[in-house]
């Protein structure tokens, strides 16, 4: 009897236990916004967007820094979207089992668990100096399509598997080709979770900082690149350009570290204004991801 | 009767040839990572020995009396990871055990995006955190602690990774057959024997995968460490004081000028390559670890 | 030997080492209905499935013997499994609807075959769903997802969906095992009403529905053809001891 008392005792400390442990980590979220918004909250201003860094922290913003984010991120979504949703479909649906495609899959696995610095080194050692690419936007952006690669390659290849197979054989059925059964039926189909992987893969990416900064990003920036489309008054009106790829860049989360990195108080607030800028994203994009998830959780099942 | 028709399967096969090179992508950037740092570790191997890179006990290449002695690097790289361990395993099984045996559907459902953002936070936050915050408070119960510290980091570091694991081991005890549990209520357990010795055990290479995981994690974590443990390398084992880890070591000749081609601008492949040997080994032995729990409940 | 549908000799069919057909011979006439009966795991549904090389997609699949429709090889180098497969309609097990709107799961057959002009696809989408039984009930809702249909509904919009790439055989591979009754008395007066223009295979486990459905009827066992006939023979006197046990329920 006495036992028994012990253990639903136990049983009870237990569950505290464990909701005090999980509630720590979301306290721990809280303390660190609130933190970060008590610092930065009074320098944010559009001021502070518009401006150039500079060696005086109440005269310093971070447009170099949000504009070449931008780029980056552009970059990396042209490219490593077709690479690696191309990738999940080969392997999901045309792939043949042999030494190949298994050397494939262990290499997407491999290059999952590689520590994001690595990558620098690799864009550092292949983009910068083989390619001659320089600390270019174009060298920041391939060296984060890779890094976010096998990340969108395992999301989308989940994505497909959880399309039912009879979907595909419905289509075979009435004389679809394999790519208008994964064009028509089982992408469209698959669309809401390969969304959802790509959102998350690129909110990674851009709060990517240690490969930048290993392929030499610039810390300080004051111009930006070429935009692509330039408007004159004259004939033809519009001119488009990718020069901007080529010319140096800093980003987001390059510029914070700088200013954590600097001993003066008002550089310290500054990085924290660029926290909430760069918070503000990352979160942003992660509810975009959630709810999408949820809802098609919620829409019916097969 | 049923003739082909060409132009369509020429279509259908210059799209499988194209996807197909998509997907070779993945086996040439494995490739070019170990092509790059092979090729520079080879030429700092040819200036250094092996044996003063695994013994020498001092890091100085950016000085003028240089040492190569990866060892203080090494030691500042698991200390940070032993400390951000002691966190997140007790930490992170914890919550796992939690959300999969006590937690309602409800609880779930608004805890679990929680544990999403919180790994989702970029790293340069927590490092700016770990710095800016967590130190200073410490600092306010350890009066001798230095500015820059692996404690600090490490407990960020942790909390950083108690996502990883507590979603990995939630899976891994998912997967565990309800039927194992029902055996065990149904021999008069309370619902935390059957958690610590039913379900714990049955999916004990499952959770043992995810904290060799969270490891390979801390072991290749930069930010943090980079913001906030210092710049010194150091063969201690103090928590209170500056060190510098293998990561932070890249960064840190990354910002400075230094010439391509140099003995110090090859030394942060070598340790790269270090760094990728290291992860690449706690990666396979937890892929291993996983693939033996699949096997056994799938 | 002209009015011969399907004529197959000594087909042998595996997955890996494991063979599932173990030489079956069969001749299947047009505008009849041919429903294949036996236990499970006898190799029906396998059979079924190679008449229109849906079988393909299964990478152990392999399969040997002669397998002409319409004194054509089916497995030759040459043929084109689109056109087969157009040409030879299939009806699954469970209802598979495309997750899209009732009038796209019609129309996407046309439109992969070229068929782009809007009256055109409203004509023949109109046409199927009345062929199929089931104009009547959606005929204000085609815009509605194929989803929320009933089981019986899906599985007469997956007919539909195959009458409309105006196929010559249909395949029912036993359509009606994941329905209710009522649905299932529907699917098959359906199919009683297709035979005038088509040539139907139908495999199922239901002995009374091969009675009522078919005119031919073959008994399948382990991967053999135990007895193939007219229906109302092998029902009233079966010639193999086997075939009259599993009539009679003595096994299966």
Known sequence: ?302 | MFRKNKFQKLKEDLIEKLLFLFSLVSIFVTVGIVAVLSFETFAFFKEVSLLEFFTDTQWTPLFVRKHFGILPLLCGTLLTTLIAMLIAFPAGLISAAYLSEYASEKARGIIKPIMEILAAVPTVVYGYFALLFVTPLLKKCIPGMSGFNSLSSGLVMGIMIIPLISSLSEDAFHAVPMGLREAGYALGSSRLQVSLRIVLPAAFSGVCAACVLAISRAVGETMIVAIAAGQQPRLTFNPLVPIETITAYIVQVSLGDTPHGSLEYRTIFACGMFLFVMTYFLNIVSYKLRKHFQQVYE | MNNVAFNITRMRASYGNKEVLKGITITILPNSVTALIGPSGCGKSTFIRSLNRINDLIPSFRISGDILYRQKDIYDQETDVVELRRRIGMVFQKPNPFPKSIYENIAYGLRIHGFTIKETLDEIVEASLKKAALWDEVKDNLKQNALTLSGGQQQRLCIARTLATQPEALLFDEPCSALDPISTAKIEELIHHLKKSYTIIIVTHNMQQAARVSDYSGFFLLGELVEFGKTQDMFTAPKDKRTEDYITGRFG
């Open chain 1, 1 to 302: 009897m006495n036992r028994k008392i012990v253990n639903k005792r136990l049983d009870s400390l237990f569950k505290a236990l464990g909701i005090l442990t999980t509630v720590f980590g979301i306290l721990v979220l809280l303390v660190l916004f609130i933190d970060v918004f008590l610092d930065g909250a009074s320098r944010l201003s559009m001021n502070f967007l518009t401006s150039f860094p500079s060696r005086k922290p109440e005269a310093a913003g971070i447009l170099s820094a949000w504009v070449g984010t931008i780029w980056i991120m552009a970059v990396t979504a042209l490219i490593a979207l077709p690479l690696g949703i191309g990738s999940a479909i080969y392997l999901e649906e045309y792939a043949p089992k042999n030494r190949l495609t298994g050397l494939i899959e262990i290499s997407i696995a491999n290059l999952a668990g590689v520590p994001s610095v690595i990558f620098g080194l690799l864009g550092l050692g292949l983009f910068v100096r083989w390619f001659n690419l320089d600390r270019s936007v174009l060298a920041g952006g391939l060296t984060l399509a890779i890094l976010v690669l096998p990340v969108i390659i395992l999301s989308t290849r989940e994505a497909l598997r959880a399309i039912p197979f009879s979907i595909r054989e419905a289509s075979y059925a009435v004389g679809a080709t394999k790519w208008q059964t994964v064009y028509f039926q089982v992408l469209p189909a698959a669309l809401g979770n390969i969304m959802t992987g790509v959102i998350l893969a690129m909110s990674r990416a851009v709060g990517e900082t240690a490969p930048l900064i290993t392929i030499g990003a610039l810390t300080y920036i004051a111009f930006l690149p070429q935009p692509p489309v330039t408007f004159s008054g004259g004939f033809p009106f519009m001119h488009f350009s990718l020069q901007g790829l080529f010319d140096p860049f800093t980003a987001l989360p390059i510029q914070i570290f700088n200013w954590v990195s600097r001993p003066q108080k008002g550089f310290s607030v500054n990085a924290s204004a660029g926290i909430i800028v760069l918070l503000g994203i990352t979160l942003a994009m992660n509810s975009i991801a959630i709810i999408l998830r949820y809802r098609q959780r919620k829409k019916t099942r097969w």
